[in-house]
C-alpha cells in the first residue's frame, strides 16, 4: 500500500496533518469497528486496512506534519525536551502478524458464542506473546469489558465489577472504554 492509498482510504488529501490523520482514522475506526459489525467481514477487512493505512502514514510523517525523505535519515537533531511519541515499537514479525489475526479472529468467534473464560484465556496468550501491541492490549481490555457486562446482565455484580476495573486498567487511555465501562458501572448502581 502507497502512501497515496492511505490518504484515500482515510478519505484525506495529500500533506495532511497528524492530526487531521488520527481524527479521520478514529470516525471511520468507529463505523467499521468489528466489535460493532459482529459478523461482517468486510467490515472487519475495511477496519484491517484503515489501521494499516493509518501506521503506515503516521510512520511517514514527521510530528509537524511534513513527510520523511531520505536526507532526514541522515540528519540526526538533538533536543532538550521529551518526544511528543513514545518509543516506536519494534515491528512485529511476520509469524507474529499471522498469529495476531488469526488469534484476534477466534477471539471474535468466542465473544460471539459468549465464551469468555476462553475468549479471555485466549488474549491473555496473546498479550504475553505480544505485550508491546497496543492492538492486542484494547482487544484485552474489550474482552474484559465484555466479560464485565456479561456479568451485570447475570446480577454478579461484585465479580463483574473486577472485570470492569481490569479492562481499564489493561487500556487507561481509550476513552470509548472508559465511556462503555460508565455506562456498565451506572447499570449495576440502578440494580442494587
Known amino acids: 500500500m502507497n502512501l497515496a492509498d492511505c490518504y484515500r482510504l482515510l478519505g484525506l488529501s495529500d500533506g495532511a496533518s497528524r492530526s487531521q490523520i488520527k481524527a479521520s ?20 477487512t475495511k477496519f484491517i486496512e484503515l489501521t494499516q493505512a493509518y501506521k503506515l502514514l503516521l510512520n511517514a510523517i514527521k510530528p509537524s506534519g511534513t513527510t520523511h525523505s531520505a536526507e532526514d535519515s541522515q540528519t540526526v537533531t538533538v533536543t532538550k525536551q521529551p518526544p511528543a511519541q513514545p518509543p516506536s515499537i519494534p515491528p512485529l514479525s511476520e509469524i507474529e502478524y499471522q498469529l495476531k489475526w488469526t488469534f484476534y479472529e477466534r477471539l471474535q468467534q468466542l465473544l460471539k458464542e459468549q465464551r ?43 465479580k463483574a465489577r473486577i472485570y470492569l ?12 472504554l472508559w465511556a462503555e465501562v460508565e455506562l456498565d458501572f451506572r447499570r449495576m448502581e440502578q440494580m442494587v
Open 116 to 158: 469468555f473464560a476462553r475468549a479471555i484465556a485466549l488474549v491473555e496468550g496473546l498479550a504475553q506473546r505480544i505485550p508491546q501491541d497496543p492492538e492486542v492490549r484494547q482487544w484485552q481490555a474489550i474482552t474484559y469489558q465484555c466479560w464485565g457486562r456479561y456479568l451485570v446482565k447475570d446480577g454478579q455484580l461484585n
Open 25 to 44: 482514522y478514529r470516525r471511520l475506526a468507529r463505523q467499521c469497528h468489528p466489535d460493532v459489525n459482529v459478523g461482517d467481514g468486510l467490515a472487519q
Open 165 to 176: 476495573k481490569k479492562a481499564l486498567k489493561t487500556d487507561p487511555h481509550n476513552r470509548s
